[in-house]
C-alpha cells in the first residue's frame, strides 16, 4: 500500500490494562476510501483498536494515525465518526436535541436542516420529542448510527451497526454506508454483515493480527461450498 | 422468611467496604465523643437544628424518592424468580431498613458521640434507638409514598417536616424532640408513628409495584413538552443549558399538566426552593442560635458539600463520551461541564450567601460561611470531580444507577477532598483567616486544574478503561 494514501494506521500497538494484554503489537493500515471488517473473538481487541484509533486511549507503545495525525488531535476528530457498541446517546435529551445538540458541538453548518433530514432518513419523525430512555433499542440504535455521521465523517468507525435494526432498516443502513464515500473500520462478529458492508477483512485474535486480506481471499482458504462463517470459525480456534 | 433471599438481597446491596466505612465512622464518633466532653455541650444547641434538619431532609428524600429499591438487574433476575411477590416485598422492605440504619449512622453519628460525651442518661439509652426507630419510619414512608400522587406526597410531606420542625419551638410531641431536651415524648412519638406507618406499609406490601429506579423519572418526562433549541447557539452555550440544573429538574416537561402540576413543576425549581429554604434560614436562626451562627452554618453546609461529592458520579452517569468527546476536544467540553457545574452549584447556594450578607448586616459574624458559599462550594464542585479521575472511581454507566450502600473503598475515597476541607473549615472557627485563605488556596487550585490540559486529558483515558466510553 502507497504510504501517502494510508489513512488509517496501526502501527507497533501495544496495550495493557492492569495485568491483561489487551494489543500485543498491533499493526494494520487502511487506503483511503476503503471498508474494512475487524473481526474476532470476543476479547481479541477489537473494542480497543476502535477506542484507539477513536483517541479515548493512548497505546502504550506504538502509533496511531487518522489521516497521518494524532488521532485525539482536532483535526482527526472533525473527520471520525464513531458507533460504539451498544451506543446510548443522552437519556435526558429528545431524539430531535440529541442531533441538534451533537451538531453544535460540533458546529456543522445549517443543524436544523441536516437534523430534519436525519429525522426522515432513519424514520424517526414520530419519535423526535421523546426522550432516548423512552426509546426501543433499535430506535435508540438508528439515532445512534444518526449522530454517528451528522458531521458528514470521511472516516467511519462503526462497532457492530446493524445490532437491534429492524431487517428493512438493515437495508437501508447497509446502502446507506457502502453507498458513502468514506474510508470505514466495522468491528462485528457477524461474517454476513462484514461482507455486506466492506471487502476486506482484519482478522484479531490475542491481540494481534491473525489474517488480512480481502474477503474473495477468504473464501478460497476454505474448501468448495464451505460457509465463510466455518473458514472464519476454524481459523480463530486455530489461534487459540 | 426465605433466608437465602435476603441473605442474597443482603450480599447484593451492601458492599463489605461500605459496612467498613461506616461501622468506622461510627466508632470515631464514639472515641470523639468520649475525648470530646467538655467541648459537647457547646455542640449541643447546634447539633440539636442539625438533627432537625437532618430529619426533614431524610424525610423528604423518603416521601419523594422513588419507592423501593430495585435495580435494572433486580428486574432481570430477580422478579423472575419463582417467589411469592408479598415475600419478595417484605425482604425488599426489611433490606431497606437497614439500608437507612446505615444513612442514619453516617449522617447522626456526630449526634450520638455528643449523647455520649453529654452522658445524659435517658439520651444515652434512648437516641440509638429512635435511630433504628427512624429507619423503620423513613423506609415505611417509602413504601407508603410510592403509592401516592404527587400532590398528597407534597402535603405528606410538608405535614411531616413542620411537625419535625415544631420540636424547634419547644413542641415535646414532635419527631423532632429526640434532639432536644423533650426526648422521652419524642422518642413516645417516634415510636408509635413507626409502628403505625410499618402496619400501613405491610398492608400496601402486597400490592406494590416494582419499578426499576429510573423509570419513574423517564415515565414523567417521556415526551417534551417544549423541545431545547440547540441550532443557532455556541458550543459553551449549548454545554451550559444541558448542565446548569439551577432553574431545571429532572420530570418536569411533561406534556400533560395541570395548572396545580406547573406550580409544583415551578415550586420544585432547585433555585426556588433554595430561595424559600434561605428565607426561612435567615427568618429562624437568630431566633435558634445567635452566639454560634458559624458552628449552624458549618454544620449546615455539611450536607451540601457531601451531596455535592456522592452524587458527582450520577451526574457523569449522564454523560455520553462517545459523543461529546468526537465531538469536541474533551479537554475543552470538560472544562465547559465543569464550569456550567459550578455556577449551577453557585446559583442554588447564592441566596443562601444574600441571606448570610443580611444576617452580617444585622450583626452576626457571617463572613465565614459568605466566602464558603460564594468560593468553597463551586471550586469545591470542579475539585471533586477532577479528584474522582485521579481516583479513578467512576464506576456508574449509562442510567443503571448503583444503591448507596453498594459504593466501594474507591468511591468513598472521593469524599477525601469534602473531609479535609471541612475539618479545615471548622478549624477556621477558631482562626477565621485560616478559613478565608483555605478558600483562596481551594480558588487557586480550581483555576489551575481547569488551565491545565494533562488532568482532562488523563480523565478521559481513565473513564475510558473503566469501560465508561
Known amino acids: 500500500m502507497d504510504k501517502q494514501r494510508t489513512c488509517i494506521e496501526v502501527n507497533a500497538v501495544s496495550k495493557r490494562f492492569g495485568n491483561t494484554v489487551a494489543l500485543k503489537n498491533l499493526s494494520f493500515k487502511i487506503p483511503y476510501g476503503e471498508k474494512f471488517a475487524l473481526l474476532g473473538p470476543n476479547g481479541a481487541g477489537k473494542s480497543t483498536t476502535l477506542k484507539l484509533l477513536v483517541g479515548f486511549l493512548n497505546p502504550d507503545l506504538g502509533e496511531v494515525t487518522i489521516g497521518g495525525v494524532t488521532p485525539s488531535s482536532v483535526a482527526a476528530r472533525s473527520i471520525m465518526g464513531y458507533l460504539p457498541e451498544d451506543a446510548s446517546p443522552y437519556h435526558v435529551l429528545s431524539v430531535r436535541e440529541n442531533l441538534e445538540y451533537v451538531g453544535t458541538l460540533r458546529q456543522i453548518e445549517n443543524v436544523k436542516e441536516t437534523t430534519d433530514s436525519l429525522l426522515d432518513f432513519f424514520d424517526l419523525r414520530e419519535y423526535e420529542k421523546a426522550k432516548v430512555g423512552k426509546l426501543s433499542r433499535g430506535t435508540t440504535q438508528k439515532l445512534a448510527l444518526a449522530l454517528a455521521i451528522i458531521h458528514k465523517p470521511k472516516v467511519l468507525l462503526l462497532d457492530e451497526p446493524l445490532n437491534y435494526l429492524d431487517i428493512p432498516t438493515q437495508e437501508k443502513v447497509i446502502t446507506l454506508l457502502t453507498s458513502l464515500s468514506v474510508t470505514s473500520l466495522v468491528s462485528t462478529h457477524i461474517m454476513s454483515v462484514a461482507s455486506r458492508l466492506t471487502k476486506n477483512v482484519i482478522m484479531l485474535a490475542k491481540g494481534a493480527v491473525l489474517w488480512e486480506g480481502s474477503i474473495d481471499a477468504l473464501k478460497k482458504l476454505g474448501a468448495a461450498e464451505e460457509p465463510i462463517e466455518s473458514i472464519v470459525a476454524r481459523m480463530m480456534i486455530g489461534a487459540q | ?469
Not at chain 2, 116 to 128: E, K, N, V, W
Not at chain 2, 209 to 215: A, Q, Y
Not at chain 2, 221 to 244: H, P, Q, T, W
Not at chain 2, 443 to 460: A, D, E, K
Request: with cysteine.
Open chain 2, 1 to 469: 422468611m426465605h433466608n437465602k433471599l435476603i441473605k442474597f438481597l443482603l450480599y447484593t446491596r451492601f458492599s463489605k467496604s461500605h459496612i467498613a466505612v461506616t461501622v468506622l465512622m461510627l466508632v470515631g464518633c464514639c472515641i470523639s465523643g468520649i475525648l470530646a466532653n467538655s467541648v459537647s455541650f457547646m455542640f449541643k444547641p447546634i447539633l440539636q437544628y442539625y438533627g432537625v434538619g437532618i430529619t426533614v431532609f431524610l424525610l423528604a428524600t423518603a416521601i419523594l424518592g422513588r419507592g423501593m429499591r430495585v435495580m435494572k438487574s433486580d428486574r432481570d433476575y430477580l422478579l423472575t424468580l419463582p417467589i411469592e411477590k408479598k415475600e419478595l416485598a417484605l425482604n425488599l422492605y426489611l433490606v431497606q431498613i437497614i439500608s437507612f440504619i446505615f444513612t442514619n449512622v453516617v449522617f447522626f453519628g456526630i449526634l450520638v458521640s455528643v449523647a455520649l460525651a453529654i452522658g445524659g442518661g435517658l439520651s444515652y439509652i434512648l437516641l440509638p434507638v429512635d435511630l433504628v426507630a427512624l429507619a423503620v419510619l423513613f423506609s415505611s414512608l417509602d413504601v407508603i409514598a410510592s403509592v401516592l400522587s404527587k400532590k398528597m406526597k407534597i402535603v405528606l410531606g410538608a405535614f411531616l417536616s413542620l411537625w419535625v420542625l415544631s420540636a424547634l419551638w419547644g413542641v415535646p410531641f414532635s419527631l423532632g424532640s429526640i434532639f432536644t431536651e423533650q426526648i422521652l415524648y419524642g422518642s413516645i412519638v417516634l415510636l408509635i408513628s413507626a409502628i403505625l406507618s410499618t402496619v400501613i406499609a405491610l398492608k400496601k406490601l402486597s400490592n406494590i409495584e416494582f419499578k426499576v429506579m429510573n423509570d419513574l423519572i423517564r415515565a414523567s418526562s417521556s415526551d417534551m413538552e417544549k423541545n431545547r433549541v440547540f441550532n443557532g447557539i455556541s458550543r459553551f452555550r449549548a454545554i451550559f443549558s444541558l448542565n446548569f440544573s439551577a432553574v431545571k429538574s429532572s420530570g418536569t416537561f411533561s406534556m400533560k399538566t395541570t395548572l396545580m402540576d406547573r406550580i409544583i413543576n415551578i415550586l420544585s425549581r432547585p433555585i426556588i426552593l433554595s430561595c424559600i429554604f434561605a428565607l426561612i434560614y435567615v427568618l429562624l436562626l437568630p431566633q435558634l442560635a445567635a452566639e454560634n451562627v458559624n458552628l449552624v452554618v458549618t454544620l449546615h453546609l455539611l450536607p451540601l458539600m457531601f451531596f455535592i461529592t456522592s452524587t458527582y458520579q450520577r451526574g457523569l452517569s449522564k454523560e455520553r463520551a462517545w459523543l461529546s468527546f468526537t465531538s469536541m476536544d474533551p479537554m475543552l467540553y470538560f472544562r465547559y461541564v465543569s464550569v456550567a457545574k459550578a455556577l449551577s452549584w453557585f446559583s442554588i447556594a447564592l441566596p443562601f450567601a444574600i441571606a448570610n450578607i443580611i444576617l452580617m448586616f444585622l450583626g452576626f459574624q457571617t463572613i465565614l460561611p459568605i466566602i464558603s458559599i460564594l468560593i468553597t462550594i463551586p471550586c469545591l464542585t470542579i475539585f471533586t470531580l477532577y479528584w474522582g479521575s485521579i481516583t479513578n472511581v467512576v464506576q456508574l454507566r449509562e442510567e443503571v444507577q448503583m444503591i448507596q450502600t453498594q459504593t466501594n473503598l474507591k468511591q468513598w475515597v472521593t469524599a477525601i477532598p469534602y473531609g479535609v476541607f471541612f475539618f479545615v473549615y471548622v478549624l477556621s472557627l477558631l482562626l477565621p483567616m485560616l478559613g478565608i485563605i483555605t478558600a483562596f488556596v481551594l480558588l487557586g487550585v480550581t483555576l489551575f486544574l481547569l488551565c491545565s490540559r494533562y488532568p482532562w486529558r488523563m480523565f478521559v483515558e481513565k473513564l475510558t478503561e473503566q469501560g465508561f466510553v
